[in-house]
T-cell receptor
Framework: AQTVTQSQPEMSVQEAETVTLSCTYD???????LFWYKQPPSRQMILVIR??????QNATENRFSVNFQKAAKSFSLKISDSQLGDAAMYFC??????????????FGKGTKLSVKP | DARVTQTPRHKVTEMGQEVTMRCQPI?????VFWYRQTMMQGLELLAY????????DSGMPKDRFSAEMPDATLATLKIQPSEPRDSAVYFC?????????????FGQGTRLTVV
């Protein structure tokens, strides 16, 4: 069975600084996706960034980037130039990639990020 | 603006009462998920539908929970009878597994409080 582990329950960063959130996963599949979701106090789950396992290049979305280490099964999120609005819970998630059998998202327990002004 | 719509947003009910939560998935999506979020357990999958057929409800307490998709535009999650331990936020999400874009879109959740 696939598992996702986030080892940092809480993190803190100074505004404008950079922070990295860690995530490891376990799977025997070769075709899968990895995601980072953000959940602000409004509780809406917002997709931050997505990585396809077969792509070696790390995904980037503006200030958000990932460090995808497939062999190590590691998928960390880097937030550059942190802003107050980045304060939220961040969830790492896994999903199979095969069309027609992707199944559900499997989530880590989350990391609560605080941003200090 | 396509979105997953969940109703109600908040629900307070007494122990023993029936609770029904509703979800309207995004038009054209063929997969629907129900998740429960608690502080202790995080996000747990309760049910997973594909093309309206239930594929996985192993995370759902069968004695009191039931999930259905009467049609492609409506998914329901019912708890009968409700208990205080059911207090949580319940999320519905939808997606399409017909293509490789596997993003799941979430509703805003139903915060359930059972007293």
């Amino acid at each position: 069975a696939q598992t996702v582990t986030q080892s940092q329950p809480e993190m803190s960063v100074q505004e404008a600084e950079t922070v990295t959130l860690s995530c490891t996963y376990d799977t025997s599949e070769s075709d899968y996706y990895l995601f980072w979701y953000k959940q602000p106090p409004s509780r809406q789950m917002i997709l931050v960034i997505r990585q396809e396992a077969y792509k070696q290049q790390n995904a980037t979305e503006n200030r958000f980037s990932v460090n995808f280490q497939k062999a190590a099964k590691s998928f960390s999120l880097k937030i550059s130039d942190s802003q107050l609005g980045d304060a939220a819970m961040y969830f790492c998630a896994y999903r199979r990639g095969r069309v027609g059998s992707q199944g559900n998202l499997i989530f880590g327990k989350g990391t609560k990020l605080s941003v200090k002004p | 603006d396509a979105r997953v719509t969940q109703t109600p947003r908040h629900k307070v009910t007494e122990m023993g009462q029936e609770v029904t939560m509703r979800c309207q998935p995004i038009l054209g999506h063929n997969t629907v998920f129900w998740y429960r979020q608690t502080m202790m357990q995080g996000l747990e999958l309760l049910a997973y539908f594909r093309n309206r057929a239930p594929l996985d409800d192993s995370g759902m307490p069968k004695d009191r929970f039931s999930a259905e998709m009467p049609d492609a535009t409506l998914a329901t999650l019912k708890i009968q009878p409700s208990e205080p331990r059911d207090s949580a936020v319940y999320f519905c999400a939808s997606g399409s597994d017909r293509v490789r874009n596997t993003e799941a879109f979430f509703g805003q959740g139903t915060r359930l409080t059972v007293v």
